[in-house]
């Protein structure tokens, strides 16, 4: 069921068990869960939101997009359903997101799963950092990403790399912006390390560098998906439930 908590829309769904709650990546939005989300409501409730400025979300009043910013959305909507306890998956954008809700509420997040989550963007120079903000402010903006993007789509079914292209132009370029932006200056090491529950990054060939999660913080658990893009749950939603029933089969 589709709803609205504040500006912010919500597909929320299923009884029972503990509930899971899903980010998605930049320029994604709840649609990106539909094969999870249909999978688990069969035994237990599962919802999504689109973060400010995505899907159906509106852009915030403040402008504000820090990750930091991004986790007050999961608050909102996770306080706003009543959820005191529940199991947090986010892809991507999403996983920097959930990591940060994490570290700073271990008591509500019974359990992290992080699915090709996004690197460490500190680590890129500050020089090519500004220059990417720069021009995505310029109306060449969905190109640039078009083409940055190529790469973590270049494994994906055909079908796969026009959706996600396609749905990144419909996002708001401030969205867009703002949550590529977001990740230039978060610090992901703190709060994976301050949350204590049980973990789990799923990540893909592409997420392999000296700045994914697992890199940086070594005794994060993590599993490898072979043959997928960027875009996991969308190229491979089987891997995907099956990676997520065992995990949660770990989760008290």
Known sequence: MMRSIGMLNVDDGGEGGLPVVFVHASAGNTMHWSAQLAHLRRTRRAVALDLRGHGRSALPPDGQFRVEDFARDVGTV????????????????????????????????????????????????????????????????????????????????????????????????????????????FDPVAPLRAYPGPRLSVVTALNEEPGSYHRLVPELPHAKVEGTGHWVQLDAPDVVNTLLDGFLATVR
């Open 78 to 185: 996770v306080d706003g359903l009543g959820l005191q306890r529940f199991v947090l998956v986010g892809h991507s954008l999403g996983g920097a997101v959930s990591v940060a809700y994490a570290g700073a509420h271990p008591d509500r997040v019974a359990g992290l799963f992080l699915l090709d989550p996004a690197s460490d963007g500190r680590l890129i120079p500050e020089e090519q950092a500004r220059g990417l903000m720069a021009v995505l402010a310029t109306e060449a903006w969905s190109a640039v990403v078009e083409e940055a993007w190529s790469p973590m789509l270049a494994p994906s079914r055909p079908e796969v790399r026009e959706r996600v292209l396609s749905e990144m132009r419909a996002t708001s370029q401030a969205g867009v912006r703002g949550g590529l932006g977001a990740l230039l200056d």
